[in-house]
């Protein structure tokens, strides 16, 4: 999901200016009001008494603010039309100097006995410039008395009069001082502005949206704005302490299980300083400024360390990759030094020497492709089979959004149906206060007790001297370095089986017998079975039991020594005779535990070298040394030499595996075949300086996408050929997106069930394709639809009107593939239950924002003072969309290229399991939060990116606000654009 910040931005703003008398033009009645306007497009408001309400006109600024209005047109047309209730105004806009072209505008005027229509378009000469990050605007002026303890609502959010920089979104503004309700078409940036003291107006502005007739040599701006006048009543909102809240989201960050070098003592005295400054000074204005400075430190710090976690991530991959394939005797990892600076909070100097320490990884990456042809980070390889980091395949619970696993930790493991197991209890669950509503998430007492080791295969938690492992390598739970395990969750046990001394088994109820002691009557085996209703674990032991206890669903395990205890739950679709041998099987295992893996490529030759944690146990076991084979090539059916299963069920069949320490396999020769080129989206009205600009960076395509507001749709298509024109003589290939343009869907009503609305959508597309045919050459995709609002299970009824479509396009174009994106908006949960079209020159799309609250945040939440910045990688919460808070109301979770790459599964498997070409037409972080997080963008687009190299993903990146806005986003993009070229 995303919003359009460029082509459908709308701001409000309260500022304040002074009346201009002029001369009503055409006057007329709604409702109560007396509407005049006037003779250079204004329109003036009055109520029954004749007495100002409000003024609206059309309005823009050029550098250096200077203001440009309907108060300074010349050489205006007033026309009636025949028809009654319309009138049509057109002239021009002088610029900043007399020898300036002027700029043009043209307002429609439609009106009835309920509303005012206003269709305002505006074209400005392709030598100005409007105001960086501002937009044309309708400005709805209000004598500043009357909104005097009023309120004024944007989309949800009320306030109260007068305010001054306080923002919202929405696509409704309702004025209750004067009972005017203004509405655009899309949602946008709401925001008011201003100072009673100081001024006798005040202003609501909304922005224009971009549109254009062909002639890129203009640059053209339109609104449609609806004017209803009703009775406005608006309740008070309850007041939110919003830095109260920002602080209070920092410590949720910062309160959290970190990376075994770091230490928030700093940050959290910094945050601690600001919370005392808010609460101890005078007045409100100098605290806020002077917490504010205290939680920028915050920020910066936080910032700093997703850059010092990256070099601590890429770091530990790259001593993996020396343990198998060695570049040196040793490897001294930079990220010591790193975590000494950030810890003592001396940011100056971490920035200055960050730099030096990522250069010397770029130097290891080199002596590793030298020698050995591979990367020694494994997401840099392209192969579409590998391991992921998504714990559900081994039928570990999802997230609630869908796409993500909830990662198995020693505080919560949860499978599929819900069945829940806690190793250690280091908070407490407690209700908190976010955005109004209440959560459930963990209260770390003392942060520094547990800390973390992540990989791209597995995550470790360490509390005091115990480890406990979870990988997606194996389904075993493991935690070593204890003799007392305690896990609790398991009310619905009722029996412990384990084998006697004299090879007997016996069985235990643990529902009459409560504790269960071996001095006479030792265990023979490593391994226990536990059942329960619904499931049945396999307990591998690595040390003698000396007693084991069971009380209200909580089981301890008490060992002879400092040992580990693994978990595995067994498949409930085998026999309780089979259990005992899945039990044995995992009981030699957990003795080599496969726990990272270290992968390299040779042409298309693939291969997994596996580290183990071999230890021994009281009784002597065997271990059994096994190499997995990643559950996306069981997905793809690739042919693997001498692989073996065991009766462990996962999403793609049983468990395989091979006997050793590794795993080779070849790529398919169709699949190192698919072309990957890389771009960016651009408007359909977009400049020639524009596109040469990502000609000359080394874009090799761009994706065309075209607004829907249009008049006439022949000047879209004009529109579209011109772009085409230019882009044929730039040599840069074009995927043209329709987006909403002649058809859209919405989450309320789905795919639109009126044969008139795909009969249009059918007559764009065969208007559409014979234009493309035309450019064989520049046309390297017709992309159908932008973002399908239907949810997954849908794609049946989407599939049948791409059928109908590709019929209409084939009779124009044969050669040109389709791009056909899933359900649910083109996010990854939309792949689901995609499957091939009819037509067999298919490329198959999806957009990538994952997580929202990350990539999203500040579209919704950056009007609201105090918002609290997410940063990656780190702990980020799920998005609340409803409350308009990246902050949202859920617990944290960890956000980290691995994890990427687990939002993107639905995607791997389709990719794996049919082997056709797929696309990301759409990724990136909003710009605006580089101020506060400018590493976190950075990190974020390049992982992303390399995600989608790795499956040989065409990509084009969002840039309407997004993307390339940022600007060590545009670096690295126009970047790896050169080299790519170079290659």
Known sequence: MKHNLVTAATTLFLTFGAQHMTHAAETFSIADRKIEIDDLGQVVIRDSTDKLQAELNLAFFIPTWWIRSNKNAKDVNFERSPDANQVVVQGSLPMRQPDDEPGKFRQQFKWDHEKLIIESELELPAEIELMPKTRPFMQLSVPIEKLADKRFRMGQRTVDLPADNVHGWGRTLEVEAVDIALEISEDAILSSWGDPSKATYGSFRMNFTETADGDIAKQRHFCRMVVRFKKINLKQEVTRDLWGEKGGNYRRLLTTPTEAPLDTSVPLKWLAEGENLLKTTEPVAQARKLAGQSYARVENWLDLRSRVYDLYDQSRHLEFFNSV??????????????????????????????????????????????????????????????????????????????????????????????????????????????????????????????????????????????????????????????????????????????????????????????????????????????????????????????????????????????????????????????????????????????????????????????????????????????????????????????????????????????????????????????????????????KEAELEEFTAAGADWVRLFIQAHWDDPEDAYAAVESRLAICQKLGLKVLIDPHDFQYRTTWADGMPTDPADEERFLVMWDRLSQIGSRYPDVVAGYDLYNEMHIKPGSFSLWAELVDRTAGVIRANDQATPLYVTGTDMANTSGFFDVRPVSDDNVVYSFHFYTPHSFSHQMIQTRAKAGSAYLVYPGWITPMDWSAGTHFGAGGLGWYDRWNLGAGMLPIFEFQSLYNLPVHCGEFGVIGYSTPQAPASGRLWARDTVDWLERYRMGWHIWNMGFGLRHPGVKEDIYNRWQEEQQQ
């Open 325 to 686: 394939h060695p570049l040196a005797d040793s490897i001294a990892p930079d990220y010591s030094a790193a975590y000494e600076l950030l810890n003592a909070g001396e940011l100056e100097q971490l920035s200055e020497k960050l730099p030096l320490w990522e250069a010397k990884l770029e130097e290891w990456r080199k002596k590793a492709q030298e020698r050995y042809g591979a990367d020694f980070l494994p997401a840099s390889i392209a192969n579409p089979y590998s391991w992921i980091k998504e714990y559900s395949t081994l039928g570990f619970r999802k997230h609630p959004e869908g796409v993500l696993s909830l990662e198995p930790s020693p505080m919560n493991v949860s499978w599929f149906d819900r069945l829940s197991v806690r190793w250690i209890s280091q908070g407490e669950k407690t209700q908190l206060e976010a955005s109004g509503e209440s959560y459930t998430d963990v209260v770390w007492q003392d942060p520094s007790s547990v800390k973390t080791e992540r990989s791209w295969v597995t995550t470790e938690w360490l509390h005091g001297d115990a480890r406990f492992t979870a990988s997606v390598l194996s389904p075993l739970l493991d935690m070593d370095g204890t003799d007392t395990v305690t896990v609790s969750g398991l009310d619905k046990a009722y029996r412990l089986s384990y084998v006697k001394g004299d090879a007997l088994l016996r069985h235990v109820n643990l529902k009459r017998e409560k504790s269960i002691t071996f001095d006479k009557e030792p265990c023979a085996r490593n391994w226990m079975l536990l059942q329960g209703e619904g499931f049945t674990f396999a307990v591998i032991l690595g040390a003698f039991p000396t007693e084991i206890s069971f009380n209200n669903g909580t089981l301890k395990i008490s060992l002879s020594s400092k040992s580990f205890v693994s978990l595995v739950r067994l498949s409930p679709l085998i026999q309780n005779l089979e259990q005992y041998r899945e039990a044995e099987f995992w009981g030699r295992v957990a003795l080599a535990m496969p726990v990272q893996a270290v992968e390299t490529i040779s042409g298309a030759e693939v291969t997994w070298r596996y580290i183990h944690r071999e230890r021994q146990d009281e009784w002597g076991t065997e271990p059994l040394m096994i190499a997995p084979v990643p559950p996306l090539a069981i997905n793809g059916n690739l042919q693997i030499d001498g692989i073996r299963t065991t009766r462990y069920h996962t999403k793609y069949g049983l468990y395989t595996w091979l006997p050793g320490n590794e795993v080779m396999l070849t790529l398919p020769a169709d699949f190192l075949q698919f072309p990957v080129l890389r771009g960016v989206n651009v408007a359909g009205v977009a």
